[in-house]
């Protein structure tokens, strides 16, 4: 039987609470099998089904180091605030959990800054972030891809190149946040996700920003 939804809960600092439909996401992703070699360095694709397997999109335990390198903090009661559990491309970037200072739970984004420097709050309902997941991007990291469809890029991207036909969205992911929230599934991520800071933005009105920000280490 698949560990996935175990290592995964278990994987979360205990000052966040984990959002009701994010825990039943990953009983699900366990439930159905999709996960891969979970156990070492073990994954899950996070916006696809077994019938497409491909894009940076992947579900993966939480590593404390992550937040202590973000927060420049050895102090449990700062980096436990931040759990970074969706990468959201292949540059490193992250989708995390953010224990916010009124003590609400938001999805907030971590670009790595070797390529995508998308640093805010993502979206602040859990069942938004599913929503995104099952649009079929490739990556999420990238906002000035935020208005167009996956299809369209793509089509970009391969414009002069004869490769695969453009990949599908997961019919068994879209089905099962449309029955299981009763939501829609948008045809693009700005449907969702209103615009994101950039880390090197000069000021910025988005509070996980501004707690990054404030956690700096002063020159």
């Given at each position: 039987?698949?560990q996935?939804?175990?290592?995964?809960?278990?994987?979360?600092?205990?000052?966040?609470?984990?959002?009701?439909?994010?825990?039943?996401?990953?009983?699900?992703?366990?439930?159905?099998?999709?996960?891969?070699?979970?156990?070492?360095?073990?994954?899950?694709?996070?916006?696809?089904?077994?019938?497409?397997?491909?894009?940076?999109?992947?579900?993966?335990?939480?590593?404390?180091?992550?937040?202590?390198?973000?927060?420049?903090?050895?102090?449990?009661?700062?980096?436990?605030?931040?759990?970074?559990?969706?990468?959201?491309?292949?540059?490193?970037?992250?989708?995390?959990?953010w224990?916010?200072?009124?003590?609400?739970?938001?999805?907030?984004?971590?670009?790595?800054g070797?390529?995508?420097?998308?640093?805010?709050?993502?979206?602040?309902?859990?069942?938004?972030?599913?929503?995104?997941?099952?649009?079929?991007?490739?990556?999420?990291?990238?906002?000035?891809?935020?208005?167009?469809?996956?299809?369209?890029?793509?089509?970009?991207?391969?414009?002069?190149?004869?490769?695969?036909?453009?990949?599908?969205?997961?019919v068994?992911?879209?089905?099962?946040?449309?029955?299981?929230?009763?939501?829609?599934?948008?045809?693009?991520?700005?449907?969702?996700?209103?615009?994101?800071?950039?880390?090197?933005?000069?000021?910025?009105?988005?509070?996980?920003?501004?707690?990054?920000?404030?956690?700096?280490?002063?020159?």
């Amino acid at each position: 039987m698949s560990q996935f939804f175990e290592t995964m809960m278990r994987s979360f600092p205990e000052a966040i609470s984990v959002p009701d439909p994010l825990i039943t996401y990953f009983r699900w992703i366990g439930e159905q099998g999709l996960d891969h070699n979970f156990g070492g360095d073990g994954y899950a694709y996070a916006d696809i089904g077994p019938d497409q397997e491909n894009g940076c999109l992947a579900l993966r335990p939480v590593d404390p180091d992550y937040a202590r390198a973000w927060t420049h903090s050895d102090d449990a009661s700062v980096y436990d605030r931040l759990a970074a559990f969706c990468q959201t491309g292949g540059d490193g970037s992250y989708a995390a959990l953010w224990l916010d200072n009124d003590g609400g739970t938001r999805v907030v984004h971590l670009g790595s800054g070797s390529g995508s420097t998308m640093l805010g709050v993502l979206v602040n309902d859990p069942v938004d972030l599913l929503r995104l997941l099952a649009i079929g991007y490739d990556e999420l990291c990238w906002p000035e891809n935020h208005r167009k469809t996956p299809k369209e890029i793509w089509a970009e991207d391969n414009e002069d190149e004869e490769f695969e036909p453009a990949p599908k969205p997961s019919v068994l992911l879209q089905k099962w946040v449309s029955q299981t929230f009763d939501v829609n599934i948008p045809k693009t991520a700005s449907e969702i996700v209103s615009d994101v800071p950039d880390m090197h933005d000069d000021r910025s009105d988005d509070p996980f920003w501004q707690w990054i920000v404030s956690l700096e280490p002063k020159e």
